[in-house]
């Protein structure tokens, strides 16, 4: 998909289409988003990208990547997280239902005052979605969705962002 000639979507774990029967009322989502700078400049894998070192390394082509800005955050299903992208753009991510393993979302991506991304996305619980896109500083950005269910005794946060724990 290509859209104003910077955006190209690729799932990473089992992406598909909303389901449209209602999940469980209330149900807790730990929703993660990150922004990524891959470039040609070094030979560094940021060790907070371990996990996605071999999609990362076979998706996008490139020699060195940084995890310039993360955020997770637990909200209720219909609750709102925001993620404001490196380079003035705004990400917003609204679970909609867990069902049957997946996490069913809407997905927004808003530069000034337009939306310019307005789908809806599915993954698989603890799945993760890739976003590769806009050039930023000496490479380009891609942006990481991901979610999963939070534990039933964990409510979902008030407040802005969990603490991400660094290595």
């Keep these: 998909m290509k859209l104003n000639g910077v955006l190209l979507l690729v ?14 009322a209330g149900e807790t ?3 993660r988003i ?3 700078l891959a470039s040609n400049s070094g030979q560094e894998m940021d ?4 996990a996605m070192h071999r999609q990362l390394r076979s ?3 490139y020699s060195s990547y940084h995890l310039v800005k ?6 209720a299903t219909g609750g709102k997280v925001g993620f404001e992208i490196p380079g003035g753009r705004y990400l917003l991510v609204i679970p ?3 069902k049957n393993e997946r996490v069913s979302m809407r997905v927004m ?8 991304v307005d789908t809806a996305l599915t993954l698989r619980n603890h799945g993760t979605f890739l976003v590769g896109g806009p050039r930023h500083e000496q490479g380009v950005l891609i942006i990481s969705i991901g979610a999963e269910s939070a534990l039933a005794n964990n409510p979902p946060e008030t407040g802005e962002t969990a603490p991400v724990a660094t290595q």
């Excluded at 799932?11 to 469980?24: D, K």
């Design 11 to 24: 799932a990473v774990a089992a992406a598909g289409t909303v389901a449209p029967s209602p999940g469980r």
């Design 29 to 31: 989502i730990e929703v």
């Design 34 to 36: 990150g922004a990524v």
């Design 47 to 50: 060790p907070r990208l371990v």
């Design 59 to 61: 998706l996008f082509p």
């Design 70 to 75: 993360e955020k997770r955050q637990r909200v």
């Design 96 to 98: 909609k239902v867990l």
């Design 109 to 116: 991506l808003i530069e000034g005052t337009r939306s310019v």
